[in-house]
């Protein structure tokens, strides 16, 4: 007998072991890329993590920028609230005559003035505005309107109203100045003694 027959005829000892160490390859082989898919995503997950704590650190680091610019805000405000647009009686009177002032430094003399005021609920503070009528050069207004921006004061040119003269020889126009600013609250003894008109607050 051959070797060949000699093992056929002891299949029954050595094919149990066979089948055993052929499925243990095969568990194996299983195993392994279990074990590697399982990796794969591990890895995945650990990448997804690292972004998302990198993008949560970038938005903590932009909110601490934001709340510091905020609090900066905020004192900037104090400080505008206290210092420029402090109350009604100790800052309109000056207000006006800085404005005067800065229209006779540029050679104009203000007339026919009229003046408005406006709570606002938004804000808490006192819109107020003094129409001016002047008369001059162009030159003159462009330094009064200079001169008015230049202010220290708290000063707003709301607007500028040409009104021209197509007849007259004289190259000067009569412009309209609306100045504004604003007051920390609303004096209404000193508003009836200037004759100011008190518009319905917005």
Same mark, same amino acid.
């Given at each position: ?21 052929? =499925?243990?390859? &095969?568990? +194996?082989?299983? !195993?392994?890329?279990? &074990?590697?898919?399982?990796? #794969? $995503?591990? /890895?995945?997950? &650990?990448?997804?993590?690292?972004? /998302? ?8 680091? @932009? ?10 805000? @905020?004192?900037? $405000? ?6 420029? +647009? ?13 404005? &005067? ?6 050679? +104009? @003399? ?5 003046? /408005? ?15 001016? #009528? ?12 200079? !001169? $008015? ?12 109203? =040409? ?6 020889? #004289? ?5 309209? =100045? ?14 009836? @003694? $200037? ?8």
């Amino acid at each position: 007998m051959n070797g060949r027959g000699a093992w056929l005829k002891l299949w029954y000892l050595w094919a149990p072991a066979g089948a055993l160490i052929v =499925l243990n390859v &095969v568990w +194996l082989t299983g !195993l392994r890329g279990t &074990v590697l898919g399982r990796g #794969s $995503l591990l /890895a995945k997950q &650990v990448s997804d993590a690292e972004a /998302a704590v990198n993008r949560l650190e970038g938005q903590l680091h @932009q909110l601490e920028r934001t709340a510091q610019s905020l609090t900066e805000l @905020q004192a900037n $405000l104090g400080d505008l609230r206290e210092n420029k +647009l402090g109350p009604m009686r100790e800052r309109l009177v000056p207000f006006l005559q800085d404005v &005067v002032r800065r229209a006779q430094e540029a050679g +104009l @003399q203000p007339e026919r003035v009229s003046y /408005a005021a406006r709570p606002e609920s938004k804000t808490g503070l006192v819109y107020f505005t003094a129409t001016y #009528s002047v008369k001059g050069s162009y030159d003159k207004i462009r330094r009064c309107v200079f !001169l $008015l921006e230049s202010s220290p004061d708290f000063v707003l040119l709301d607007g500028l109203g =040409l009104r021209g003269d197509e007849s007259a020889s #004289s190259l000067d126009v009569e412009v309209q =100045l609306n100045v504004s600013t604003y007051f920390s609250d609303l004096d209404e003894t000193l508003v009836k @003694q $200037l004759g100011v008109t008190e518009v319905a607050g917005g």
